[in-house]
């Protein structure tokens, strides 16, 4: 028997058909709060069924997986989810960066998979920082960072993967303070120097998701965000020498008090 379920992210609704609603309830429990259940009956839906030798997912008429086994089909919707969440909806912009708050604001890290950026983020949460996200920075139209904390699995220096339980969850929006251009390469130490205010921005919209959907929208978003933020560029080696470097520097420029955080609760 098919099971539909609402979703909504902000001002986006989406919804979900199935007939393995197990599936759906597992997701939702990896979600962010930010994403909350509502009424079915959205015009963008999502299909997820039992097949035969496996499970298959469909957006709208589009097929997306064939016979995949339940982790891979949950993992691919949710992903297929937050990508859509970032393209749709018209309140916050998604950064693929990690982010942590530390002394009221936050510590942005643009950069793609493999880059080390969770890596870093998981090291700065262990030296004391507050987690944000590790995959996406939601950014508000007044560049306020939005929590988006999830079970996540780490990859050491992009090898093994282990999970991460951070101490400290944000729970309310924070200022970007610093924005941070770096890399993880072997044997290298943290060397920073500051980035220009054009230099923080094209790095943070090249890690953008709806840049070339909503560019103006986008840099304007950016631009308060970033307007009084400080941009560092420096590759660095070891992450947990790297994460208390940081934080003393940022700690050096003088930032206010900490935001709100919570508990962890996940694993």
């Known amino acids: 028997m098919n099971q539909s379920f609402g979703l909504r992210f902000y001002d986006l609704k989406i919804d979900i058909v199935t007939d393995r609603p197990d599936l759906v309830v597992g997701l939702l429990e990896r979600l962010p709060g930010c994403w909350q259940r509502c009424q079915p009956g959205a015009k963008r839906r999502f299909y997820l069924f039992q097949s035969e030798h496996g499970v298959s997912l469909a957006r709208g008429k589009k097929s997306l997986e064939s016979d995949v086994s339940d982790a891979f089909a949950v993992v691919r919707l949710e992903r297929d989810l937050e990508i859509l969440a970032a393209l ?8 693929h960066a990690g982010a942590v708050g530390w002394n009221g604001k936050v510590i942005l890290i643009p950069g793609r998979s493999y880059s080390g950026k969770s890596t870093l983020t998981a090291a700065l949460c262990e030296a004391g920082a507050t987690y944000y996200s590790d995959e996406y920075a939601l950014i508000d139209v007044q560049g306020r960072v939005h929590p988006y904390p999830r079970p996540w699995q780490l990859r050491h220096e992009n090898v093994k993967r282990f999970p991460v339980s951070p101490t400290r969850v944000a729970t309310v929006p924070a200022p970007v303070g610093v924005v941070l251009r770096t890399r993880y390469r072997e044997g290298e130490r943290w060397q920073p120097r500051k980035l220009s205010l054009g230099e923080s921005i094209l790095t943070v919209l090249a890690n953008t998701l709806p840049a ?12 308060t ?3 009084t933020a400080i941009g560092f560029q420096s590759y660095r080696g070891d992450a947990l ?18 935001p709100s955080e919570v508990p962890a609760t996940m694993t």
């Open 225 to 227: 965000a970033l307007d």
């Open 88 to 95: 749709r909806n018209s309140e916050v912009v998604f950064v």
């Open 212 to 223: 070339r959907d909503r560019p103006r929208e986008v840099l304007a978003t950016l631009s």
């Open 241 to 258: 020498e790297t994460a208390q470097a940081i934080l003393d520097l940022v700690s050096s420029h003088g930032q206010g008090e900490s």
